[in-house]
């Protein structure tokens, strides 16, 4: 048994005496039937071969199908077997399908499921259109296999019909193949649709994403403009504020200092001009003028009943009166007391060219220190102003206050670690500290080691005076060591060296050459300022703070008293110690970079008290009854601190503190 077939998948044209040609949709005929009768093939015709063209095709292979728009193969194969005649009687090899359904109609029955869909193949997704050859490749060999067996004569039906069974089966899968096949096509188409609505809105949203971007570009540059005109106009506002601020101080500083130059030329003119008359004269112009007044107070109990109408009208009194504003002449010296003299100049009164006669019954008679006359018969009294020792105004105020308390954060340290009982403290601070033995001693005498010694042992005994002598210590240190321009040393050489130079001219300028020594005080503002803006400031903050604490620790330590064990009382005292360090440090950047001069004044051992620059801790006693018993000092727990400001005119100093003292017969 043998049967021709085809491996080829390309078409092949054959002649008309047997040549013969593969299955191929494209190529157009006719429908035919089998002539196959009995299990006898007649002639050289296939399954679908007709009386016109059986010779055209060779054993094995489906006869040319005609498709049209929109049919499948399947369909047209289908159609084309259901076309065939059926047989009177089953043909041999197919007794056991009966009359009504024959292997070849169960096979077209099949086929009528396929329904791969060969029409506009150029729009086909690659995938389906090879799926698509391969199933009609698969029809191709299943026809021409079956003609091809049928046309061979003495087949055992038992393997013609175990044969038709696989048809069927092949039949089937390609079957679902195909409708895979379709079903993923209809999904791509789908997707493809789907894809293409996609793209539509996203088109759409694109358009107006950027129509939304370029309407918030032209609204954020149209913002960007206005918020750049605000600030161009909050710019020239605050640098408008900032003239006005200025100009406010240097006018209120003008103010200041022509208040200080009238007050001083004024008080010159009233010690050079003893006359009370002209006094009274200029004390009743001043009053009726709205010009500035703030100089010495006068006080009368009737000045105009003193004063006649030819007195006030005659010819060269305002040459008295009005002394020249703008005179170079300095203010008049100023005592330690703070009082201005005035003193009468002592001059025979000469006779003026227009004056009027005096009065016969008034006698000159000098005046006292603080300007009052005495012995004087004219009614009119004139008191001259008294400056206090310490002067009340917000900048004093508020320096006061930042003084007070740091010095008070000392004083309560040393109260609570130095104070009580302190048996043979003296004797351990020899033995075990000499240095500091030594310091102390320096401090209480200087260059004087015998009484030194003698007055520190005194102190240190004594339970009640030991907290003050570690106060003074512990001030001491801060004032000279921290306070001052020496706190700052050790950032770099170019700093110290600047710092250094500064301080020796301030101790060397004289003092009312004030423009010297503001240049000096800014100076070293300026170089502080530039050190708190470095970025190294905290690591040199921290080992400062840590240098000072060591250096303070070793002046309180052998000090404490031994009222509990040392070791726990320096532990608690280390923490105070460190805060009140740090508090020191804030004060000294904020007193440099006030621009201003402070002073402190240490008074020695055994010097006589006085109310006016003397504070006694020790006792509650009037200042001045103290004063007047000349009492004198044992020891200077704090210093007396002074302001002063080289900017203004005056070159005057303000006495925040008096030194807080203990006191001794």
Known sequence: MSFTGHSSRDSIDSSEDGGARLYSPSVSGSTHRSDREGGQTSGAGTLYGSSTNQSQYLTGYPPPVNVGQGQSTALVHSQALQSRQQPTSSPQGFQGYGPSKTPTLSL?????????????????????????????YAQQRIFGLRQALQRQPGLPREFLTRFELDVQALTGDVVEQSKAGDTLAAEIKSLGSECDRLKAVIG???????RFRD??????NVLNEELESEREKTRRAEGRAAYLQDKQIAD????????????????????IHSDPEERAMVLATSSQSSSLYTGTTYGSDNPSSSISGDEMSRPGSSAMISPPVHSQHPAPAVNRHGHRN????????????????????????????????????????????????????????????????LFSLLEGFSKSYTGGAGVGVAAGVKQQSPVLWNHICEVLYPNNLQNGNAHATYLINDD???????????????VENILSYQGWLGFDGTT?????????????????????????????????????????FLSFQNWKKNDHFAKVKAIVGPLLSNCQPKSTTMGDASYDLFSIVDSAWMLSGRLFNSRLSFQYSWGETCHKFSHELHEAIDTPEDPRLLQSKQMRLKLVAVPGVTMRNDQGMSILPKRLLKAKVLLMQ
């Not at 209120?252 to 010690?271: A, D, F, P, Y």
């Not at 004056?355 to 000098?366: I, K, L, V, Y």
Request: hydrophobic fraction near 30%; glycine fraction near 4%; charged fraction near 25%.
């Open 108 to 136: 077209a029955q099949s086929l009528q499921n396929l329904s791969i869909a060969v029409s506009n193949e150029q729009n086909l997704h690659p995938a389906y259109k090879e799926l698509l050859q391969h199933s009609r």
């Open 204 to 210: 759409t949203q694109t358009l107006e994403h950027q």
């Open 215 to 220: 309407t918030a570009e032209s609204r954020l």
């Open 252 to 271: 209120q500083n003008m103010i200041e200092g022509l208040k200080q130059q009238l007050e001083g030329k004024r008080n010159l003119w009233m010690t």
């Open 342 to 405: 005035m003193r009468n100049s002592g001059r025979p009164r000469s006779s003026r060219s227009g004056d009027g006669p005096r009065h016969p019954q008034q006698t000159h008679s000098g005046a006292s220190e603080y300007g009052s006359p005495v012995g004087r018969k004219a009614p009119l009294t004139v008191i001259a102003r008294s400056y206090p020792a310490i002067e009340d105004d917000e900048a004093t105020a508020e320096w006061r206050k930042e003084f007070q308390k």
């Open 464 to 478: 009640q005076a030991r907290p003050y002598l570690v106060l003074r210590l512990l001030v001491q240190h801060i």
């Open 496 to 536: 110290d060296k600047e710092l250094t130079d500064l301080a020796n001219r301030l101790k060397t300028v004289d003092l009312f050459k004030t423009h010297e020594r503001q240049f000096a005080v800014d100076g070293q503002a300026a170089i502080v300022s530039r050190i708190t803006k470095h970025p190294k």
